[in-house]
Structures are given as C-alpha cells and as structure tokens.
C-alpha cells in the first residue's frame, strides 16, 4: 500500500518523535510511505536516532507555498472546478465565525490542491495525518479533491483548546468526511465518537502512541549516592505543572528530603522557570537544562528513580492525551507522578503503575514524592507493573500494524485495541 502522511515539518520537529516512530513501522512492514510536510523544519534542532531509519519513497516539497505549488493549484481548480469548490465551500461553512480557522484554511488551500495532483501521479492510496488542524485540514481537501480516503490521528490542543486562535472550527467537518479518525487515548476517542451519530462511531478508534520498548529497557537505576534522583523531560508549557513541581521541591527542601530534580526540554515559559528557580534558591537541586534526543532521554530515565510531571489543562484549554515521556519512563521500568488529565490515567494507574495527584496542588505531589522515597520496593512494584503496561499497550510495532489494519478495513470489524484481550468464547 502505498500512504502519504501529512506532518507539520520536514526534517520532522524533534519534539515528535512518535510521529517518526509509527511512519518507520509502517514502512518496515512493507509499505511505500510519501511524506507531505506543510512546512520546513528547523535547521539544527534535536534529531533522534530512528528519524536515520525514515526513508520515503517520496518527500513533498516543504515549503507551505511557493511558484510551483501555486501553479499546480490554479491546474487542479482549472481541471476540477467543482470538486474544488464544492470541497473549499464545505470547509469554509464548517469554520464558521473563527476567522482564525479560515485563515487557516486560506494557508493550506494551495499546498492541499496542489498535493491532491502530485498524490495521483504518485500513487497514493492513502492519507493520514497527524494531528487534527491544519495537517487534517490539508489532507481533507487533497483527498476530497484527488478521490483518495483519508484518516488523522488527534492528539491534545488540536482537539482540546478551547482558545478562539487555536479552537479547532473544522473538526467535526473533517470528522464526518475522514474514512477513519485515530485518538491517542480512550478518552479522547469518547470525545468524538459524542460528535458523529450512533452508526459512525465506530469510525473513531484509538490507537496508542508507540515507543521503541527495545531503547527503553528496564533495568534498576544506579548506585544510590543518598538522594532521590527525579526526572522531568517535556516542552515548558503551563499545561506540564513544572512550576507546580518546582514549588514542590521547594518543600521537599524544607522538610530535609535528600533529593535532584533535572528538567530537560525548552518552549515559552524557560525564563518563569528559572527564575523560579532561582527565587527558591533550589540550584544545589534543580538542573534545567536543553532539549535531547531520545538515546539521551533513555540515559537520564535509566540514572533516576522517579519520573514526575504534574500535569494540568491550562488556560486556553489546552492538555496532554498521553505524553509519550511517560511511556518511555515507564518502560523503563520507573514509576510515574502526575495528574488524572485527559487519557494520563489510562497509563499512569494510581498504585499500580505510578501515583496521581490533583493538578496545582504542590504538598499533594510533595507528599507523594516523599512517600516514594522511603519505599524503595514500592518504586521497583509500580516500575515493574509499568513495563508490564507499556509493552502491552504502546509497543510501536505492534501499534503501527493496529493503524495499518484499521486503514485497510472497510470498518465491518474492528481490530482490538493493543493490550486488549478478545472476549473468551462462550462454553454453550
């Protein structure tokens, strides 16, 4: 089969690796994959090990518009005339009074119609975006336009912001047009199955992120020097709480718990962060440091005992499904502190995989750590358990074959779900 995958950027972001991770199965298991980027990535930025294992049959061009692509679009309007306006005219009814969501539309309408031709002439059987916005966008209306099926995977903000900038108008439109739509988790698969009628919910399906469980082994952390050695890794966003974690090391301190925190990632609030820090005096404790590739990711997973990000849905509305760093931590065999947000407790099972806290309470999550770092064995059931999880339902081989099944299928039948069991035949 041969699939296109419309992704935000090419090279791919370094903070999507699980993008990568599920194309690279795909094409190992034997598929011709054409990736279709809306725009270029950034020079000189994290690169993982596996994106040296992505090789497309085809890279689009990466530039959201230029003189080529212009030409091919005013060539498919010319051509299909109707087709384009018919589907164009849907969109733009589907956004409504959200001038942001036209915009939006307006910026990817060019590079949709002019991928819906260059789509034929390669062959491509198959659309599948990730992420819900403008990449869904431009695969609903290159496949509308070109007669090929289409499919995407939502994630978080472009499902759950609330904010009218980020408010994804179109949702529903893409919804009711797309062969399949694949959510990261249950929760958010209730989320828009609730969107379409009864008969179509079954379209939606949820596909685990994936992880290469080979990279993050379990195995037990290093010599202890006396401390609790706890890890965060993620983008500086509010919805991660890492300011809520940051107070809580503050009362750590204060209660003579031995502990370092080191905080890997980048983003928007890195300034608030350290200057937290600072303001608390934790730099004998608190490391923040840059963004790193996975292979060094698995490294600081294996040297901590404690992975801990609490969670929390921010201003505009906006939350994680699952962060893929929790998969990671616990396949390698550490338990995980966080928050009962969107599909977290789908993973992070209070007492048998880790411990959920309230959001935004800093001696709730306080109290937690310090329990953990009196009960070593405690630590070694819940990271154990963990692995147990993460292999069953975020193995990403086995999680690519699920979105290739469910893409092949005339969706008669449903694969299950991975990590779940079919029910036992009946003995009558």
């Not at 690169?47 to 498919?76: I, K």
């Not at 797309?178 to 009628?197: E, K």
């Not at 338990?335 to 099972?349: K, N």
Request: charged letters at 20%; proline letters at 7%.
């Amino acid at each position: 089969m041969r699939i296109a995958y419309v992704i935000p950027a090419w090279p791919p972001l370094g903070s999507q690796p699980f993008v990568v991770n599920e194309m690279v199965e795909v094409q190992d298991a034997g598929h011709a994959l054409v990736v279709l980027p809306l725009y270029p990535g950034e020079a000189g930025g994290v690169r993982h090990g596996t994106f040296a294992r992505l090789r497309p049959a085809s890279v689009l061009p990466a530039p959201l518009v230029d003189g080529a692509t212009l030409g091919l679009a005013l060539r498919v309007l010319v051509t299909r005339p109707w087709r384009v306006l018919r589907t164009l005219a849907g969109a733009h009814r589907a956004a409504g009074a959200s001038p942001w969501a036209h915009v939006r539309l307006l910026a990817v309408t060019p590079k949709a119609l002019a991928a819906a031709h260059r789509l034929r002439a390669l062959g491509v059987e198959h659309l599948h975006a990730h992420f819900a916005m403008q990449t869904a966008d431009t695969a609903a209306i290159a496949g509308a336009v070109a007669g090929v099926p289409f499919s995407f995977t939502a994630h978080a903000y472009d499902i759950y912001s609330t904010h009218p900038r980020w408010r994804n108008a179109t949702l529903g439109w893409k919804l009711r047009r797309a062969a399949r739509a694949f959510t990261v988790n249950d929760y958010a698969r209730d989320l828009l199955r609730a969107m379409l009628p009864a008969a179509e919910r079954a379209r939606v399906q949820t596909v685990y992120v994936g992880i290469p469980t080979e990279l993050f082994h379990a195995e037990p952390p290093a010599p202890d020097d006396g401390r609790l050695r706890l890890l965060c890794v993620a983008r500086f966003q509010e919805k991660k709480g890492i300011d809520t974690l940051i107070d809580a090391c503050a009362v750590l301190r204060e209660r003579g718990c031995a502990f370092s925190l080191r905080v890997f990632g980048d983003g928007p609030l890195r300034p608030a962060l350290e200057a937290q820090v600072a303001r608390h005096a934790l730099g004998d404790h608190v490391l923040i440091g840059q963004p790193i590739p996975q292979e060094e990711v698995a490294r600081e997973m294996r040297a901590c005992h404690l992975f801990v990000m609490p969670c929390r849905r921010d201003h505009n509305g906006d939350m994680d499904g699952i962060p893929t760093v929790f998969m990671e931590a616990m396949a390698t065999g550490r338990p995980v502190v966080s928050c009962a947000v969107s599909g977290i407790p789908e993973l992070v099972r209070d007492g048998e995989t880790g411990v959920i806290v309230p959001p935004n309470d800093t001696l709730a999550l306080a109290d937690a750590i310090a329990d953990l770092a009196t009960a070593p064995e405690r630590r070694a059931f819940l990271g154990r358990q963990g692995r147990a999880l993460v292999e069953r339902q975020h193995d990403q081989r086995r999680n690519a074959r699920r979105v290739v099944a469910l893409l092949v299928s005339d969706g008669s039948a449903d694969a299950p779900a991975a990590g779940a069991t079919r029910p036992a035949a009946s003995s009558r």
